[in-house]
């Protein structure tokens, strides 16, 4: 069973940052793109960063400027930096390979919650 890890979630105040880490199975981090999402409260899912292979990356929007994707090829891992995050950012954070997640490669997530 293939399985996607998250870790690093948390509860932080209004401006504040986190560091996600996602550990992915070799053959899977060494072939695909990976990506993060989250989903909030109420909402569908959705994309917020894919880094490829070789390593450029993309954005959505709303965290363009605040958040970086990365990869470490020596720790199959791919990270999230979130920086100057603000309540809108609660949700539950989720890898997958990018930019359409496979549904057998869902894991548990990691909840960030942004309150003061």
């Not at 986190?18 to 999402?37: D, E, H, M, N």
């Not at 709303?62 to 603000?86: A, C, H, P």
Request: with cysteine.
């Amino acid at each position: 069973q293939v399985q996607f890890v998250e870790s690093g979630g948390g509860l932080v105040q209004p401006g504040g940052s986190l560091r996600l880490s996602c550990a992915v199975p070799g053959s899977i981090f060494r072939t695909y793109a990976l990506a993060w999402y989250r989903q909030a409260p109420g909402k569908q899912r959705e994309l917020v960063a894919t880094i490829t292979s070789g390593g450029p990356s993309n954005y959505a929007g709303s965290v363009k400027g605040r958040f970086t994707i990365s990869r470490d090829n020596t720790k199959n891992t791919v990270y999230l930096q979130m920086n100057s995050l603000q309540p809108e950012d609660t949700a539950i954070y989720y890898c997958n390979v990018g930019p359409v997640g496979w549904n057998s490669y869902w894991g548990q997530g990691t909840q960030v919650t942004v309150s003061s």
